[in-house]
């Protein structure tokens, strides 16, 4: 991989002017910038020496020499790349600039150039390898799922690092490199060096992601090298299946189900704790009857008492009729024997 500098950021600019002036005077020429982490959003001359951390390398074009590339010109001076078995179609329409990418429209829905080329079945889009959005040959183009087409976004401006997956903790003091797996976070580990981090995040989307990882160091990493880490990966300890939103915790239906008024004692001699017996009572019982086929003393009314008696069990809880009589009883052996 080559040394990254300041001529090969994608953040630089060459003044003409500029270019006058150091080319009259014999001073060094160097390109502006307005990302330096120093002064964000000023444009200034780039300072010599190593890159900054801002620094994001210019994609890759195609190479012309050979014939096998052409160009299709686009509105605003830009041209975009396209396979010469391609070009005969494609020069047909005349095509504009779009969010990086080469758009046409016809019958008042955009076509884009790179979709039109690869025909991507439903569910699936079209990535472009070197992040070049211009560059629609048929080697930098392949239909992914949208998962994986975010996995090759660029980093965003002002990111701590200019490697992926690679952030800088000022708690730890320490370069923290993780991924995301599943729509989670995963944490790879924390590291002294910014490049031992970079290098740490290449093994781990190796071992996830396999050829559709995105590296740091590409050159390290081979084709041939990255199948066989992800096969050993996958045979030593297979993936689980994703989590669906309904299946993580904090996201299942909790529902109520009716629990019998149950004492302790009946739920010693049942071998079940009070609050895991359940009633056996449907809801449509008429009052006063012997609710369905039960255990012997175990029957109950409408109203829930138990009918009968068992060994270790209550009797049958009073009724207002017996409560009554009881205390009219009560109140004449008071009366006979006040008056003896």
């Known amino acids: 991989m080559a040394k990254p500098t300041c001529h ?22 160097r390109p502006l910038c307005a990302n330096h982490p120093d002064s ?26 050979d014939g096998t590339v052409k ?25 504009h600039m779009e969010s990086g990418y ?29 992040g070049n959005r211009l560059d629609n040959t048929r080697a930098n183009l392949h239909n ?4 994986e087409n975010n996995r090759n976004h660029p980093k965003h401006q002002g990111s701590s690092s200019r490697y992926f997956g690679v952030y800088f903790r000022t708690k730890r003091n320490k370069w923290e490199a993780a991924l995301c797996l599943n729509g989670r976070r995963k944490f790879v580990g924390h590291y002294n060096s910014e490049v031992e981090a970079a290098r740490a995040y290449d093994r781990a989307a190796v071992i996830y992601f396999g050829d559709g990882a995105r590296l740091n160091f590409p050159d390290e990493w081979p084709p041939a090298k990255r199948r066989r880490l992800h096969a050993y990966a996958r045979r030593s300890s297979p993936p689980r299946a994703p989590r669906t ?5 904090g996201n299942r239906r909790t529902t109520r189900t009716r629990r019998a008024n149950v004492t302790p004692a ?24 012997t609710i369905g086929v039960q255990p012997p003393g175990t029957q109950r009314t409408a109203e829930g008492h138990r009918i009968g008696t068992q060994e270790g069990k209550r009797k049958n809880p ?23």
């Not at 010599?48 to 994001?56: E, I, K, P, T």
């Open 8 to 29: 090969t950021c994608v953040f630089v600019y060459w003044d003409k002017a500029l270019w006058l002036r150091s080319l009259g005077l014999g001073m060094p020429l």
């Open 40 to 65: 964000p959003g000023r444009e200034r001359e780039t300072p010599s020496g190593r890159a900054c951390r801002n620094y994001r390398p210019k994609p890759k074009t195609p190479d012309l020499s």
């Open 71 to 95: 160009r299709i010109p686009i509105t605003g001076g830009l041209y975009a790349y396209v396979d010469a078995a391609d070009y005969p179609e494609i020069s047909r329409w005349r095509w």
């Open 102 to 130: 080469a758009m046409r429209i016809e019958n008042g829905k955009k076509i884009f150039m790179h979709r039109q080329l690869m025909n991507p079945p439903k569910g699936k889009v079209v990535d472009h390898i070197s």
């Open 144 to 147: 992914v799922t949208p998962a």
């Open 245 to 249: 939103r309904r299946s993580q915790p």
């Open 266 to 289: 009946k739920a010693r001699i049942q071998g079940s704790s009070p609050r895991r017996a359940r009633s056996s009572q449907p809801k449509t019982a008429k009052r006063g009857l």
């Open 318 to 340: 009073p009724t207002a009729t017996k409560k009554a009589e009881r205390n009219t009883h009560s109140r004449k052996k008071r009366k006979a024997h006040n008056s003896s």
